[in-house]
């Protein structure tokens, strides 16, 4: 699977145009965008936020690169979330800024996306890093993150 990559100069108006998707403003009732396969079309809300309109086509454009089917289904909608927060956010900041704001609106603002595409960006890392945590048994305690010779070791738990 195709997995995108941060580019600070991703344009999702350039990258829609690119894939011969029309793009068109127009008042939507419940939803800030919508992709129509059938025309190859993206509608976005014209009383859209300015903030929210980059990452809301990023998303949209997720969609049109997969060619997904109409209608909000969760795991195109939750691939959709990854792969444009994977396009607009840059890890570096991100470690930045997670360390230093406990406001995560803040952080989406700064970062210039969606709750949602933070969610997925965040529960995608936190995923990362636990599968990256090495657990090992030895008699009744449990080490974290061993490594060779005593007393290397990032955390004992005791176990009963």
């Not at 809300?45 to 454009?61: F, G, I, Q, V």
């Not at 994977?86 to 406001?103: G, I, K, M, Q, Y």
């Amino acid at each position: 699977m195709f997995v995108p990559e941060y580019d600070p100069a991703y344009d999702p108006l350039e990258h829609l145009e690119q894939l011969k998707v029309r793009h068109v403003r127009h008042t939507l009732n419940g939803h800030n965008a919508i992709w129509v396969p059938e025309r190859r079309l993206v509608i976005s809300d014209r009383n859209l936020r300015s903030e929210l309109l980059h990452p809301t086509l990023a998303h949209e454009c997720d969609h049109a690169v997969n060619d997904d089917c109409a209608g909000h289904h969760p795991r195109n909608e939750s691939r959709a979330n990854l792969h444009s927060a994977f396009r607009l956010v840059d890890p570096a900041l991100w470690e930045s800024l997670t360390a230093l704001h406990t406001d995560y609106d803040q952080i989406c603002l700064e970062l210039g996306i969606t709750r949602r595409q933070f969610r997925a960006y965040y529960d995608y890392n936190k995923r990362l890093a636990a599968a990256q945590e090495r657990r090992e048994r030895f008699g009744n305690a449990v080490y974290l993150n061993p490594k060779m010779g005593a007393g290397q070791w990032q955390r004992k738990l005791e176990v009963a």
